[in-house]
């Protein structure tokens, strides 16, 4: 029987590790990692569905120890998979398997390179993006690719949304290249690194908007970082304003006066450097704002700052 020892974490590595069990793949441990009790935990955990299937697992710190890679050399698996594990896997462990170690990544490799690939994907006003299944080395992202799957962003699609999308297709990515991994017919496609880029991991406070960029560029930030995401952000009134979801009613229209919130016939817009935005969802000081209660708190209209 097929053996792979699995590195999981997110919904992918809950789904993904699913497969390998319905595909008959023999899983003697599981490494993840531990709840950040600072984050928000929206997403599966690989550790209950591991304890549901009576399979060991583990949360090392460094998954590169000595001692770590010496448990897994003992096992002797056929693979190593990584289903959105968040620590690099360097080359003694890379090693290990006797066919190979392999990455599932939300992105069409080598697009979107490295961190948080699908709310980079959106950010950039991408129409497309899917998962990759392929080899690891020990540069990220970069080994030889066995399959792909592509899934549509639409215009006002959210990162959780698109992220959704993304895990069917890991499901669908794996589900279907299994065979010829375990059989040795499965393609290895080396990449064009030239047709794509590296991107790092984000942080809360890039989630800040400068009301000058145009219209359409603000939406797909704050679809890209609405949640389960922190959201995006500005300063209104000496009150923090976090905006969840918009609506892009003018993308091009330049405005006369300085960008603003402003309430009309029971609607919330905000000007942009260029283009309209409806703000269909957001909240002032952690509370929800609607737009009758925004006109009672400020008027008509406020100005935004135009590099937040």
Not at 12 to 18: A, D, E, F, P, T
Request: glycine letters at 8%.
């Amino acid at each position: 029987m097929t053996s792979a020892v699995v590195f999981a974490y997110h919904n992918v590595g809950v789904r993904c590790l699913r497969v390998l069990l319905a595909r008959g793949v023999r899983v003697p441990l599981v490494v993840t990692h531990q709840d950040n009790p600072n984050e928000n935990i929206w997403f599966g955990s690989v550790s209950q569905v591991a304890a549901e299937q009576g399979i060991p697992f583990i949360t090392p710190d460094d998954p590169n120890a000595r001692d770590v890679v010496a448990r897994i050399a003992v096992l002797r698996p056929d693979f190593l998979f990584s289903f959105y594990y968040r620590l690099l896997l360097k080359a003694p462990l890379l090693a290990v398997p006797g066919l190979g170690a392999l990455n599932m990544h939300g992105s069409l490799l080598p697009k979107y390179r490295g961190r948080v690939p699908v709310n980079w994907a959106i950010i950039h006003g991408e129409t497309e993006t899917g998962t990759t299944l392929h080899y690891m080395t020990e540069k990220p992202d970069n080994g030889d690719i066995v399959a792909q799957t592509a899934v549509p962003i639409l215009p006002d699609d959210t990162a959780g949304e698109v992220f959704d999308k993304v895990t069917v297709a890991a499901e669908l990515t794996l589900y279907h290249a299994l065979p010829g991994l375990i059989a040795g017919t499965a393609p290895r496609i080396r990449q064009d690194l030239s047709r794509g880029a590296y991107f790092g991991g984000r942080k809360p406070e890039d989630g800040r908007i400068a009301w000058s960029q145009p219209a359409t560029q603000i939406h797909n930030l704050v679809r890209a970082v609405a949640p389960p995401y922190p959201g995006a952000y500005t300063d209104v009134g000496g009150h923090r304003l976090v905006v969840q979801r918009t609506r892009v009613v003018d993308a091009e229209k330049r405005q006369d006066a300085a960008s603003q919130l402003r309430y009309a016939d029971g609607h919330l817009y905000a000007d942009c450097g260029a283009g309209t935005l409806e703000i269909l969802a957001c909240t002032v000081d952690g509370v929800p704002l609607s737009p009758a209660v925004f006109e009672q708190q400020f008027g008509a209209g406020a100005p935004l700052p135009p590099a937040d």
